[in-house]
Protein backbone atom coordinates (compact mmCIF):
# COMPACT_ATOMS: atom_id res chain seq x y z
CA UNK A 1 0.00 0.00 0.00
CA UNK A 2 1.18 3.78 -0.34
CA UNK A 3 1.53 6.07 2.59
CA UNK A 4 2.77 9.07 3.79
CA UNK A 5 5.49 8.19 6.27
CA UNK A 6 8.52 10.23 7.81
CA UNK A 7 10.93 9.42 10.65
CA UNK A 8 12.17 12.88 11.74
CA UNK A 9 10.14 15.59 12.99
CA UNK A 10 10.06 18.53 11.23
CA UNK A 11 7.97 20.51 8.47
CA UNK A 12 5.71 18.83 5.85
CA UNK A 13 8.95 18.13 3.61
CA UNK A 14 9.57 15.73 6.01
CA UNK A 15 6.72 13.26 4.70
CA UNK A 16 7.16 10.57 2.03
CA UNK A 17 4.94 8.64 0.20
CA UNK A 18 6.13 5.12 0.17
CA UNK A 19 5.01 1.53 -0.47
CA UNK A 20 4.63 -0.01 2.88
CA UNK A 21 3.01 -3.62 3.95
CA UNK A 22 -0.44 -3.74 4.20
CA UNK A 23 -1.55 -4.19 8.01
CA UNK A 24 -2.67 -7.27 8.82
CA UNK A 25 -5.93 -7.13 11.73
CA UNK A 26 -5.38 -8.62 15.18
CA UNK A 27 -8.36 -9.90 17.14
CA UNK A 28 -10.40 -7.16 17.69
CA UNK A 29 -9.26 -4.58 14.88
CA UNK A 30 -10.55 -3.76 11.93
CA UNK A 31 -8.11 -3.40 8.24
CA UNK A 32 -10.07 0.04 7.46
CA UNK A 33 -9.18 0.81 3.31
CA UNK A 34 -9.44 4.23 3.99
CA UNK A 35 -11.09 6.69 1.36
CA UNK A 36 -11.01 9.96 3.46
CA UNK A 37 -8.51 11.35 6.17
CA UNK A 38 -9.14 14.68 8.25
CA UNK A 39 -6.06 17.06 9.19
CA UNK A 40 -6.25 17.78 12.81
CA UNK A 41 -3.95 20.10 14.94
CA UNK A 42 -2.64 17.10 17.06
CA UNK A 43 -1.60 15.31 13.33
CA UNK A 44 0.49 19.07 12.79
CA UNK A 45 1.67 18.85 16.09
CA UNK A 46 2.80 15.51 15.67
CA UNK A 47 4.54 16.10 12.58
CA UNK A 48 6.99 19.12 13.74
CA UNK A 49 7.60 17.87 17.08
CA UNK A 50 5.98 20.16 19.41
CA UNK A 51 6.67 19.70 23.10
CA UNK A 52 3.12 18.03 24.09
CA UNK A 53 3.16 15.77 20.82
CA UNK A 54 7.03 15.28 21.79
CA UNK A 55 6.14 13.49 25.17
CA UNK A 56 3.30 11.53 23.97
CA UNK A 57 4.90 10.33 20.86
CA UNK A 58 8.47 10.18 20.85
CA UNK A 59 10.57 12.70 22.83
CA UNK A 60 13.75 12.37 20.15
CA UNK A 61 11.78 10.73 17.26
CA UNK A 62 8.29 10.12 16.03
CA UNK A 63 7.19 6.22 17.17
CA UNK A 64 4.30 6.27 15.29
CA UNK A 65 5.43 6.50 11.21
CA UNK A 66 2.34 6.82 10.08
CA UNK A 67 0.03 9.67 11.26
CA UNK A 68 -3.37 10.26 10.81
CA UNK A 69 -6.41 9.50 13.19
CA UNK A 70 -9.59 10.51 12.06
CA UNK A 71 -10.53 8.41 9.16
CA UNK A 72 -13.48 7.41 6.75
CA UNK A 73 -13.89 4.14 4.75
CA UNK A 74 -14.69 0.92 4.09
CA UNK A 75 -13.85 -2.71 6.26
CA UNK A 76 -11.65 -4.61 4.11
CA UNK A 77 -11.06 -7.45 6.75
CA UNK A 78 -11.71 -8.32 10.34
CA UNK A 79 -9.81 -9.60 13.09
CA UNK A 80 -10.69 -13.10 14.66
CA UNK A 81 -12.95 -11.42 17.36
CA UNK A 82 -14.50 -8.82 15.81
CA UNK A 83 -18.32 -9.18 15.80
CA UNK A 84 -19.38 -5.53 14.92
CA UNK A 85 -18.50 -5.45 11.60
CA UNK A 86 -18.10 -7.02 8.59
CA UNK A 87 -16.09 -6.69 4.81
CA UNK A 88 -17.67 -3.80 3.17
CA UNK A 89 -19.19 -2.12 6.01
CA UNK A 90 -19.03 1.86 6.15
CA UNK A 91 -17.16 3.19 9.29
CA UNK A 92 -15.72 5.97 10.64
CA UNK A 93 -13.18 6.76 13.84
CA UNK A 94 -10.76 8.54 15.37
CA UNK A 95 -7.70 5.92 15.75
CA UNK A 96 -5.53 8.60 17.75
CA UNK A 97 -5.53 5.51 21.08
CA UNK A 98 -4.16 2.60 18.81
CA UNK A 99 -1.69 2.92 15.73
CA UNK A 100 -2.88 5.91 13.77
CA UNK A 101 -2.07 5.37 10.32
CA UNK A 102 -5.11 7.48 8.54
CA UNK A 103 -2.65 8.98 6.06
CA UNK A 104 -2.41 5.76 3.98
CA UNK A 105 -4.37 3.62 1.78
CA UNK A 106 -5.15 1.13 4.58
CA UNK A 107 -5.06 1.53 8.65
CA UNK A 108 -5.79 -0.58 11.28
CA UNK A 109 -8.90 0.40 13.70
CA UNK A 110 -9.88 -1.20 17.17
CA UNK A 111 -13.56 -2.44 16.62
CA UNK A 112 -14.76 -0.53 19.12
CA UNK A 113 -13.75 3.09 18.70
CA UNK A 114 -15.10 2.46 15.11
CA UNK A 115 -19.14 4.10 14.13
CA UNK A 116 -20.94 3.66 10.86
CA UNK A 117 -21.20 6.19 8.54
CA UNK A 118 -25.35 6.90 7.25
CA UNK A 119 -26.23 6.37 3.90
CA UNK A 120 -26.31 10.09 3.34
CA UNK A 121 -23.05 10.95 4.86
CA UNK A 122 -20.10 11.08 2.14
CA UNK A 123 -16.69 9.80 3.30
CA UNK A 124 -15.18 12.93 3.45
CA UNK A 125 -17.60 14.68 5.54
CA UNK A 126 -17.30 11.68 8.10
CA UNK A 127 -13.69 11.82 8.49
CA UNK A 128 -14.35 15.24 9.13
CA UNK A 129 -16.34 14.61 12.26
CA UNK A 130 -14.39 12.40 14.70
CA UNK A 131 -11.30 14.81 16.96
CA UNK A 132 -12.95 18.17 15.79
CA UNK A 133 -16.87 16.68 16.54
CA UNK A 134 -16.60 14.87 19.77
CA UNK A 135 -14.56 17.73 21.29
CA UNK A 136 -16.74 20.37 20.55
CA UNK A 137 -19.71 18.33 21.83
CA UNK A 138 -17.95 16.80 24.65
CA UNK A 139 -16.33 20.33 25.36
CA UNK A 140 -19.72 22.21 25.56
CA UNK A 141 -21.56 19.20 27.36
CA UNK A 142 -19.02 19.62 30.20
CA UNK A 143 -19.60 23.49 30.12
CA UNK A 144 -23.80 22.72 30.22
CA UNK A 145 -24.63 24.38 26.99
CA UNK A 146 -28.15 25.42 27.27
CA UNK A 147 -31.09 27.48 25.98
CA UNK A 148 -30.07 31.06 26.37
CA UNK A 149 -26.50 30.94 27.38
CA UNK A 150 -23.87 33.74 26.20
CA UNK A 151 -21.40 31.06 25.09
CA UNK A 152 -17.81 32.16 23.37
CA UNK A 153 -15.92 29.70 21.17
CA UNK A 154 -12.26 30.90 20.57
CA UNK A 155 -10.30 29.50 17.55
CA UNK A 156 -13.74 29.20 16.25
CA UNK A 157 -13.03 28.89 12.41
CA UNK A 158 -11.70 25.81 12.34
CA UNK A 159 -12.96 22.35 12.83
CA UNK A 160 -13.82 21.93 16.53
CA UNK A 161 -14.71 25.87 16.00
CA UNK A 162 -17.02 24.63 13.28
CA UNK A 163 -19.04 21.87 14.91
CA UNK A 164 -19.32 24.16 18.41
CA UNK A 165 -20.29 27.41 16.91
CA UNK A 166 -23.41 25.09 14.82
CA UNK A 167 -23.87 22.93 18.02
CA UNK A 168 -24.65 25.83 20.45
CA UNK A 169 -26.44 27.99 17.97
CA UNK A 170 -29.27 24.37 17.67
CA UNK A 171 -29.40 24.83 21.29
CA UNK A 172 -30.31 28.27 21.42
CA UNK A 173 -27.40 30.02 22.69
CA UNK A 174 -25.63 33.43 22.13
CA UNK A 175 -22.52 33.01 19.93
CA UNK A 176 -19.25 34.93 20.24
CA UNK A 177 -16.93 33.54 17.61
CA UNK A 178 -13.23 34.80 17.84
CA UNK A 179 -10.64 33.82 15.15
CA UNK A 180 -8.72 35.72 11.68
CA UNK A 181 -10.75 38.38 10.35
CA UNK A 182 -11.05 36.23 7.49
CA UNK A 183 -12.55 33.77 8.29
CA UNK A 184 -15.52 35.72 9.41
CA UNK A 185 -18.24 34.85 6.99
CA UNK A 186 -17.77 31.42 7.27
CA UNK A 187 -18.25 31.75 10.78
CA UNK A 188 -21.12 34.09 10.40
CA UNK A 189 -22.56 31.30 7.92
CA UNK A 190 -22.09 28.77 10.95
CA UNK A 191 -24.40 30.81 13.06
CA UNK A 192 -22.07 33.05 14.80
CA UNK A 193 -23.91 35.82 15.87
CA UNK A 194 -20.61 38.10 17.13
CA UNK A 195 -17.41 38.26 15.78
CA UNK A 196 -14.24 38.73 17.36
CA UNK A 197 -10.51 39.53 15.13
CA UNK A 198 -8.20 38.02 17.77
CA UNK A 199 -5.17 40.04 16.15
CA UNK A 200 -7.55 43.20 17.34
CA UNK A 201 -9.20 42.56 20.43
CA UNK A 202 -8.40 40.61 23.82
CA UNK A 203 -11.72 38.93 24.46
CA UNK A 204 -10.90 38.15 27.55
CA UNK A 205 -10.39 42.17 28.53
CA UNK A 206 -13.67 43.25 26.55
CA UNK A 207 -16.11 43.94 29.88
CA UNK A 208 -18.44 41.34 28.86
CA UNK A 209 -18.85 38.08 30.63
CA UNK A 210 -20.24 34.92 28.84
CA UNK A 211 -21.40 31.80 30.78
CA UNK A 212 -19.73 29.48 28.98
CA UNK A 213 -16.24 29.70 26.95
CA UNK A 214 -14.71 27.05 24.96
CA UNK A 215 -11.36 27.84 24.44
CA UNK A 216 -9.28 25.62 21.37
CA UNK A 217 -6.29 27.59 21.37
CA UNK A 218 -6.09 28.64 25.16
CA UNK A 219 -2.84 30.81 25.90
CA UNK A 220 -4.00 33.18 28.54
CA UNK A 221 -3.61 32.93 32.28
CA UNK A 222 -6.72 31.78 35.04
CA UNK A 223 -7.07 35.16 36.06
CA UNK A 224 -7.74 36.24 32.48
CA UNK A 225 -10.49 33.39 31.75
CA UNK A 226 -12.16 33.84 35.19
CA UNK A 227 -12.33 37.77 34.20
CA UNK A 228 -14.69 36.96 31.41
CA UNK A 229 -16.63 34.52 33.28
CA UNK A 230 -20.25 34.89 34.34
CA UNK A 231 -20.55 34.45 37.82
CA UNK A 232 -21.48 30.85 37.76
CA UNK A 233 -20.05 30.43 34.02
CA UNK A 234 -17.42 27.92 32.92
CA UNK A 235 -14.24 27.65 30.83
CA UNK A 236 -13.65 24.34 28.93
CA UNK A 237 -10.21 24.41 26.75
CA UNK A 238 -9.97 21.91 25.04
CA UNK A 239 -6.51 23.02 23.39
CA UNK A 240 -3.50 25.33 23.98
CA UNK A 241 -0.13 26.33 25.13
CA UNK A 242 1.92 23.55 27.25
CA UNK A 243 1.82 26.44 29.85
CA UNK A 244 -1.50 27.06 29.98
CA UNK A 245 -2.66 23.30 30.06
CA UNK A 246 0.15 23.34 33.42
CA UNK A 247 -1.95 26.65 34.56
CA UNK A 248 -5.47 25.46 33.67
CA UNK A 249 -4.79 21.63 35.42
CA UNK A 250 -3.60 23.32 38.72
CA UNK A 251 -4.54 26.59 39.58
CA UNK A 252 -7.59 26.41 37.26
CA UNK A 253 -8.89 23.02 39.46
CA UNK A 254 -8.01 24.66 42.68
CA UNK A 255 -10.03 27.88 42.00
CA UNK A 256 -12.81 25.91 40.51
CA UNK A 257 -13.17 24.32 43.77
CA UNK A 258 -12.72 27.82 45.80
CA UNK A 259 -15.54 29.53 43.67
CA UNK A 260 -18.80 29.35 41.37
CA UNK A 261 -16.72 30.39 38.55
CA UNK A 262 -15.24 27.28 36.64
CA UNK A 263 -11.74 26.83 34.66
CA UNK A 264 -10.93 23.62 33.51
CA UNK A 265 -10.38 20.91 30.38
CA UNK A 266 -11.85 18.20 28.51
CA UNK A 267 -10.12 15.38 27.37
CA UNK A 268 -10.99 13.70 24.28
CA UNK A 269 -13.06 10.35 24.95
CA UNK A 270 -13.72 7.77 22.45
CA UNK A 271 -17.44 7.24 21.83
CA UNK A 272 -19.32 5.78 18.67
CA UNK A 273 -22.58 6.72 20.30
CA UNK A 274 -21.32 10.32 20.07
CA UNK A 275 -20.17 9.84 16.73
CA UNK A 276 -23.55 8.78 15.87
CA UNK A 277 -25.07 11.42 17.16
CA UNK A 278 -22.58 14.03 15.09
CA UNK A 279 -22.95 11.77 11.92
CA UNK A 280 -27.03 12.21 12.62
CA UNK A 281 -27.04 15.70 13.25
CA UNK A 282 -24.80 16.22 9.65
CA UNK A 283 -27.50 13.89 7.75
CA UNK A 284 -30.45 16.03 9.27
CA UNK A 285 -28.88 19.07 8.43
CA UNK A 286 -28.53 20.46 11.84
CA UNK A 287 -24.91 20.93 11.29
CA UNK A 288 -22.93 21.58 8.13
CA UNK A 289 -19.82 19.62 7.89
CA UNK A 290 -17.48 22.37 6.12
CA UNK A 291 -14.97 20.84 3.72
CA UNK A 292 -12.24 23.67 3.57
CA UNK A 293 -10.21 21.74 0.51
CA UNK A 294 -9.61 17.68 -0.37
CA UNK A 295 -6.31 16.64 -1.31
CA UNK A 296 -4.94 13.28 -2.32
CA UNK A 297 -2.57 11.39 -0.55
CA UNK A 298 0.16 12.47 -2.80
CA UNK A 299 -0.30 15.85 -2.23
CA UNK A 300 0.03 15.75 1.69
CA UNK A 301 2.92 17.99 1.44
CA UNK A 302 0.95 20.68 0.44
CA UNK A 303 -1.86 20.01 2.41
CA UNK A 304 0.25 19.98 5.44
CA UNK A 305 1.54 23.69 4.32
CA UNK A 306 -1.90 24.39 3.76
CA UNK A 307 -3.22 23.27 6.95
CA UNK A 308 -0.03 24.90 8.96
CA UNK A 309 -0.89 28.79 7.16
CA UNK A 310 -3.79 28.48 9.67
CA UNK A 311 -6.16 30.09 6.71
CA UNK A 312 -8.54 27.18 6.34
CA UNK A 313 -12.18 27.40 7.27
CA UNK A 314 -13.38 24.12 8.00
CA UNK A 315 -11.91 20.54 7.59
CA UNK A 316 -8.73 19.91 5.42
CA UNK A 317 -8.91 16.57 3.74
CA UNK A 318 -6.59 13.48 2.44
CA UNK A 319 -8.10 11.64 -0.31
CA UNK A 320 -6.08 8.36 -0.87
CA UNK A 321 -8.28 6.49 -3.44
Given at each position: ????????????????????????????????????????????????GAFMARLIGGVRKPKQTIIGCDVAGTVESVGSEVTRWKKGDR?????????????????????????RIPEKLSHEQASAIPQAGLLALQGLRKGGLDRGMNALINGAGGGVGMFAIQLAKAVGAEVTAVDKSSKFE???????????????????????????????????SVSDYRRALASKGKFIMTGGTPGTILRVATWGQLSSILTAKKVTMVGLKYSPDDLSEMANLAVTGDINVA??????????????????NGEYRGKVIIAPQ
Open positions: MKAAVYTQYGGPERLSLLEMPTPVPSEHEVLIKVQATSINSWDYDLLIVFGDLSGGKWGGFAEYALGDENVLARMKLWGANHLIDFKIHDYTRQNKQYDLILDNIAARIDKVFPLDQIQEAFRYFG
